[in-house]
């Protein structure tokens, strides 16, 4: 029985959650965030900054080949089993759960710590601006 449950967590929590948490991630800090900040903080953490080829493919590269590899998992998926035996409905059901859950853990605390960042008085787009506050706590 624990063969399945891990089954299922592989595919459903792993592989499909996995990819679209890469995804988002590439293009809110290399699109929101903006790669000049990043390279920025990249150049004061390590003392010099990434040169063109990491950039490129922090930019553009990474973020399509993620886009196009979820895309074909996603033609080619299958749901899945274990050897001839067939997962029932409801697995299948915890399993999007699973990837629910876990994606949306990126949108909702995007959206407390604007509400939050609006509410201190700072205003709901501060979130999105690079801040020097952390290099003083070195």
Not at 61 to 76: G, S
Not at 118 to 130: D, E, H, N
Request: hydrophobic residues 55%.
């Amino acid at each position: 029985k624990g063969q399945f449950v891990l089954d299922i967590m592989d595919t459903y929590g792993a592989s499909i959650s996995v990819m679209l948490i890469a995804i988002f991630e590439m293009i809110a800090i290399m699109w929101i965030y903006g790669f000049k900040n990043f390279g920025e903080d990249m150049k004061c953490m390590l003392g010099f900054a990434p040169n063109i080829y990491f950039q490129a493919c922090w930019v553009a590269i990474c973020p399509l080949l993620l886009t196009c590899i979820f895309i074909a998992a996603c033609v080619c998926w299958t749901q899945p089993s274990y050897g001839g035996i067939q997962y029932p409905d409801w697995a299948h059901g915890i399993g999007y759960i699973l990837v629910v859950l876990s994606v949306i853990q990126i949108p909702l605390w995007l959206l407390v710590t604007i509400v939050s960042a609006a509410m201190g008085g700072r205003g709901a787009l501060s979130v999105f601006r690079t801040t020097n506050q952390w290099l003083t706590k070195t």
